[in-house]
Nanobody, 121 residues
């Protein structure tokens, strides 16, 4: 059973910082792309940033220059450093990973349970 477990988040102030972390556990061979998504009330889930196994990053326009995604392949973790927070960053943030479990040749998509980030003005 492969799981993604998130930590961090909570309440932040506008202009402040928060950090999210996510770790993969269970029986798997390899992790490919890892990413963070978010979903605000009444809106669809949207990509925030992703990172390849080699460390190539991609950010959506609304977080460029403010958020930084990073990963540790040895620890099977991905993090999101969020700086210069804005009230519109308020959302549930989800960790995502594309993982090859042991005993199969099929890559699968896995999601964390979500962690609430609330930014007050």
């Amino acid at each position: 059973q492969v799981q993604l477990v998130e930590s961090g988040g909570g309440l932040g102030m506008a202009g402040g910082s928060l950090r999210l972390s996510c770790g993969a556990s269970g029986s798997f061979f390899k992790i490919d792309t890892m990413a963070w998504y978010r979903q605000a009330p009444g809106r669809q889930r949207e990509l925030v940033a992703d990172i390849s196994r080699r460390g190539t990053t991609n950010y959506t326009d609304f977080v460029k220059g403010r958020f930084t995604i990073s990963r540790d392949n040895a620890q099977d973790t991905v993090s999101l450093q969020m700086n210069s927070l804005k009230p519109e960053d308020t959302a549930v943030y989800y960790c995502y990973a594309r993982i090859l479990p042991f005993g199969t040749s099929k890559w699968s998509d896995y999601w964390g349970q979500g962690t609430q980030v609330t930014v007050s003005s």
